[in-house]
Nanobody
Framework: HVKLVESGGGLVQAGGSLNLSCAAT????????MGWFRQAPGKEREGVAS????????AYADSVKGRFITSRDNTMNTAYLQMDSLKPEDTAVYYC????????WGQGTQVTVS
């Protein structure tokens, strides 16, 4: 069973930065793709970013391109989401996801931008 544990959320002013971490309880070399989703109150869940195991290929939602960077350290079984130039509309619960079809989800971490 794969468990994903996010950390790093919090309250930040607009223009500030946060770095989310996602620790996997299994060897993340077995997780081809890891990613991040978010859900704001009253809105649909949105895919934010993803990164593959091989070559570390990344993809981003248009809404975060140029501001967010995702990375992974397979020696630490951890993925990261560096979020810069945060906007109030980035306020949401952020979820780490992994596995085939993103069948593994973390519990979520709240990000609030004032």
């Amino acid at each position: 069973h794969v468990k994903l544990v996010e950390s790093g959320g919090g309250l930040v002013q607009a223009g500030g930065s946060l770095n989310l971490s996602c620790a996997a309880t299994v060897n993340s070399n077995n997780l081809n793709c890891m990613g991040w989703f978010r859900q704001a109150p009253g809105k649909e869940r949105e895919g934010v970013a993803s990164i593959t195991r091989i070559h570390g290929g990344t993809a981003y939602a248009d809404s975060v391109k140029g501001r967010f960077i995702t990375s992974r350290d397979n020696t630490m079984n951890t993925a990261y989401l560096q979020m810069d130039s945060l906007k109030p509309e980035d306020t949401a619960v952020y979820y780490c996801v992994a596995g085939v079809g993103y069948n593994y989800w973390g519990q979520g971490t709240q990000v609030t931008v004032s």
